[in-house]
């Protein structure tokens, strides 16, 4: 799907246009399908900081991007699609009846003083596939010569999106308002629509952010084996330290090479606010404090009054004080770059070169052992290998054809199967408890010819109570692509779940908790990307709310070994093509490989 792709050629933003307009139209009653329609967009503009004149960093609103391929801030998109053109009287094409038109800020001179120049208009034109560039004065005369009766697509006014009634360009909200066939109903969707399926340029950038993110977290990995071999030495606070010299003993210091990383490979911008989670921690799902120092021990009766000071430390502390060692802990990093529109200056008013790209994004989570000389404790490793079963079930599932509600629910399946092989979850009845008849340590109690189940009716019988939900409370995963969460309307339109929704008690879904907050519920198709992240946490609150320790299918001794370890979350970008799945994500998450090079090996 990405073979022969040049991504130093010019983003394909025509196609798009051609694309969004066919979903478009199709949406449209007959009727309205036979008039001229047009797509007209604001992009985003500069943010500034609170009350002063600062900038933030610009990025350009996705759906803009998505149709125009222009990154510029402040600029406008008109595109028509008249199925009256004479373009069309030998060649149906759509594409011959469309006219793209970009409009893009003059620059003052007090506007150069201060930022780079936005391309020429001259510099665009060759910059970008579309018709025509213009300076934005020019867009209301565009507006009022459009052909009579056609209907103005723009995007909804809410604070999602650039208002375009609301421009700082004289005219388009007057220009705007005297037709009367302006309409915000069909266009977000038919994006929406239109960007769920990924096209061979798209792809390969994903799979230039997903090479860059995860020679990142490996970066990660290997520090902190550098740690574990002694060729990293601790330095007094203050002192100067080159790159090759950082440390990781806190949250902080892993995000910034991690950020390092992505940068030193031309990735100005993560894609998220990384999530950096060492210790308990782990186990809030969107957790981006990062402020934390790792869990240090061993913690004396004298050390802070055993208040957990050293579990808990703050960046700026110095929790590793002498004769103290890293406590066996996990370190959860859910964290990718965006390989984005910028050249160089990001927070500047206008884009400093005439370089573009895709604003891809890419999410990719990998949990990595520290202390215990870079290995996994036996319960951090138990529950690191159930959620790898977790994915790797999932990736075989995974293709054209099959409901995301079903890999999800699978997750949930493999999670119960599992947990009672770890002899956390257990058989009330006693008839069934762990691995090889054996809970903690200790043989079953005998079974009896009223208490005998098999194994399938237990497992069936746990996930109906909804009590997996507590230790995998999100779901497996969710599309991806310009946006984190992306393309949401299409990626969860209403009525579109398997389980649980209108008119379908459950049925063999499980429990209807298990699908609270899955953010993808479609029968898959080939070119869509998604997330494939499951996870297995033991978060307090969540654990409390399911009365988990009163529960009668919970064994609380053997649970208690494992609550705190905080959690495990594993996360691979996927593509699907025409027979299944391809792994887009190239960091290796192997028990083996991961403790090998967390321990300094190979």
């Given at each position: 799907?990405?073979?022969?792709?040049?991504?130093?050629?010019?983003?394909?933003?025509?196609?798009?246009?051609?694309?969004?307009?066919?979903?478009?139209?199709?949406?449209?009653?007959?009727?309205?399908?036979?008039?001229?329609?047009?797509?007209?967009?604001?992009?985003?503009?500069?943010?500034?900081?609170?009350?002063?004149?600062?900038?933030?960093?610009?990025?350009?609103?996705?759906?803009?991007?998505?149709?125009?391929?222009?990154?510029?801030?402040?600029?406008?998109?008109?595109?028509?699609?008249?199925?009256?053109?004479?373009?069309?009287?030998?060649?149906?094409?759509?594409?011959?009846?469309?006219?793209?038109?970009?409009?893009?800020?003059?620059?003052?001179?007090?506007?150069?003083?201060?930022?780079?120049?936005?391309?020429?208009?001259?510099?665009?034109?060759?910059?970008?596939?579309?018709?025509?560039?213009?300076?934005?004065?020019?867009?209301?005369?565009?507006?009022?010569?459009?052909?009579?009766?056609?209907?103005?697509?723009?995007?909804?006014?809410?604070?999602?999106?650039?208002?375009?009634?609301?421009?700082?360009?004289?005219?388009?909200?007057?220009?705007?308002?005297?037709?009367?066939?302006?309409?915000?109903?069909?266009?977000?969707?038919?994006?929406?629509?239109?960007?769920?399926?990924?096209?061979?340029?798209?792809?390969?950038?994903?799979?230039?952010?997903?090479?860059?993110?995860?020679?990142?977290?490996?970066?990660?990995?290997?520090?902190?084996?550098?740690?574990?071999?002694?060729?990293?030495?601790?330095?007094?606070?203050?002192?100067?330290?080159?790159?090759?010299?950082?440390?990781?003993?806190q949250e902080a210091e892993a995000e910034?090479?991690?950020?390092?990383?992505?940068?030193?490979?031309?990735?100005?911008?993560?894609?998220?606010?990384?999530?950096?989670?060492?210790?308990?921690?782990?186990?809030?799902?969107?957790?981006?404090?990062?402020?934390?120092?790792?869990?240090?021990?061993?913690?004396?009766?004298?050390?802070?009054?055993?208040?957990?000071?050293?579990?808990?430390?703050?960046?700026?502390?110095?929790?590793?004080?002498?004769?103290?060692?890293?406590?066996?802990?996990?370190?959860?990093?859910?964290?990718?770059?965006?390989?984005?529109?910028?050249?160089?200056?990001?927070?500047?008013?206008?884009?400093?070169?005439?370089?573009?790209?895709?604003?891809?994004?890419?999410?990719?989570?990998?949990?990595?052992?520290?202390?215990?000389?870079?290995?996994?404790?036996?319960?951090?490793k138990k529950v690191y290998e159930l959620?790898?079963?977790?994915?790797?079930?999932?990736?075989?599932?995974?293709?054209?054809?099959?409901?995301?509600?079903?890999?999800?629910?699978?997750?949930?399946?493999?999670?119960?199967?599992?947990?009672?092989?770890?002899?956390?979850?257990?058989?009330?009845?006693?008839?069934?408890?762990?691995?090889?008849?054996?809970?903690?340590?200790?043989?079953?109690?005998?079974?009896?010819?009223?208490?005998?189940?098999?194994?399938?009716?237990?497992?069936?019988?746990?996930?109906?109570?909804?009590?997996?939900?507590?230790?995998?409370?999100?779901?497996?995963?969710?599309?991806?692509?310009?946006?984190?969460?992306?393309?949401?309307?299409?990626?969860?339109?209403?009525?579109?779940?398997?389980?649980?929704?209108?008119?379908?008690?459950?049925?063999?879904?499980?429990?209807?908790?298990?699908?609270?907050?899955?953010?993808?519920?479609?029968?898959?198709?080939?070119?869509?990307?998604?997330?494939?992240?499951?996870?297995?946490?033991?978060?307090?609150?969540?654990?409390?709310?399911?009365?988990?320790?009163?529960?009668?299918?919970?064994?609380?001794?053997?649970?208690?070994?494992?609550?705190?370890?905080?959690?495990?979350?594993?996360?691979?970008?996927?593509?699907?093509?025409?027979?299944?799945?391809?792994?887009?994500?190239?960091?290796?998450?192997?028990?083996?490989?991961?403790?090998?090079?967390?321990?300094?090996?190979?």
């Open positions: 799907m990405t073979a022969n792709v040049d991504l130093n050629g010019k983003y394909p933003a025509k196609d798009h246009v051609v694309r969004t307009f066919s979903t478009l139209i199709q949406s449209l009653s007959v009727e309205d399908r036979t008039k001229p329609h047009a797509i007209l967009l604001a992009g985003g503009t500069t943010p500034y900081r609170n009350d002063t004149d600062r900038e933030l960093p610009f990025r350009q609103e996705s759906n803009f991007f998505y149709l125009s391929g222009c990154n510029v801030p402040g600029s406008y998109f008109l595109a028509l699609y008249d199925p009256t053109s004479p373009a069309l009287s030998h060649n149906q094409e759509l594409k011959r009846a469309l006219k793209t038109t970009l409009y893009i800020l003059e620059p003052t001179v007090a506007d150069l003083l201060w930022s780079p120049a936005p391309p020429t208009l001259q510099e665009a034109r060759q910059l970008y596939t579309v018709d025509e560039v213009e300076h934005p004065a020019k867009l209301v005369v565009a507006i009022s010569q459009l052909p009579q009766g056609t209907i103005i697509h723009t995007l909804p006014e809410t604070v999602q999106f650039p208002n375009i009634t609301a421009s700082e360009v004289d005219g388009p909200e007057r220009s705007l308002q005297s037709i009367p066939t302006k309409t915000v109903e069909h266009l977000l969707p038919a994006l929406h629509e239109t960007r769920l399926i990924k096209d061979s340029y798209e792809i390969a950038m994903i799979r230039k952010a997903n090479d860059i993110s995860s020679r990142a977290h490996e970066v990660i990995m290997r520090v902190l084996g550098l740690a574990v071999t002694g060729k990293i030495k601790k330095q007094p606070p203050g002192a100067l330290l080159l790159p090759g010299e950082w440390l990781i003993e910034a090479i991690f950020v390092a990383s992505c940068r030193r490979e031309g990735a100005a911008h993560q894609a998220y606010l990384p999530i950096v989670a060492a210790s308990t921690r782990a186990s809030t799902l969107h957790y981006c404090c990062n402020d934390r120092a790792f869990a240090w021990g061993p913690v004396h009766h004298h050390d802070a009054k055993n208040t957990g000071n050293f579990s808990h430390a703050h960046a700026h502390d110095e929790a590793g004080g002498e004769g103290k060692e890293l406590m066996p802990q996990v370190l959860l990093i859910d964290a990718g770059c965006e390989w984005d529109c910028y050249a160089s200056d990001c927070g500047s008013g206008f884009l400093s070169d005439t370089m573009t790209a895709d604003p891809t994004l890419v999410l990719v989570t990998r949990t990595m052992p520290v202390g215990n000389g870079g290995k996994f404790t036996e319960e951090a959620v790898l079963r977790m994915q790797a079930e999932s990736f075989k599932l995974a293709s054209p054809g099959v409901h995301w509600d079903d890999i999800h629910l699978l997750c949930h399946r493999v999670l119960v199967d599992g947990f009672l092989d770890m002899g956390i979850f257990k058989d009330p009845d006693g008839s069934i408890g762990g691995l090889n008849g054996h809970v903690d340590g200790h043989t079953k109690p005998p079974t009896t010819k009223t208490n005998v189940k098999s194994r399938e009716a237990l497992v069936r019988e746990i996930l109906h109570t909804g009590l997996s939900a507590a230790f995998f409370p999100h779901g497996v995963g969710h599309s991806m692509g310009m946006d984190v969460h992306d393309v949401p309307s299409a990626s969860k339109p209403d009525g579109s779940g398997k389980y649980f929704v209108e008119g379908n008690d459950g049925g063999a879904g499980g429990h209807k908790d298990f699908y609270k907050y899955l953010r993808l519920r479609l029968v898959l198709q080939p070119g869509m990307v998604v997330t494939i992240e499951p996870g297995v946490y033991f978060h307090p609150a969540l654990l409390s709310s399911y009365s988990i320790h009163t529960s009668p299918y919970i064994n609380t001794d053997v649970l208690a070994r494992y609550e705190g370890m905080g959690g495990v979350r594993i996360e691979d970008d996927v593509l699907i093509n025409l027979t299944g799945c391809e792994n887009l994500t190239k960091a290796q998450s192997g028990v083996e490989w991961v403790e090998r090079v967390c321990a300094g090996g190979a």
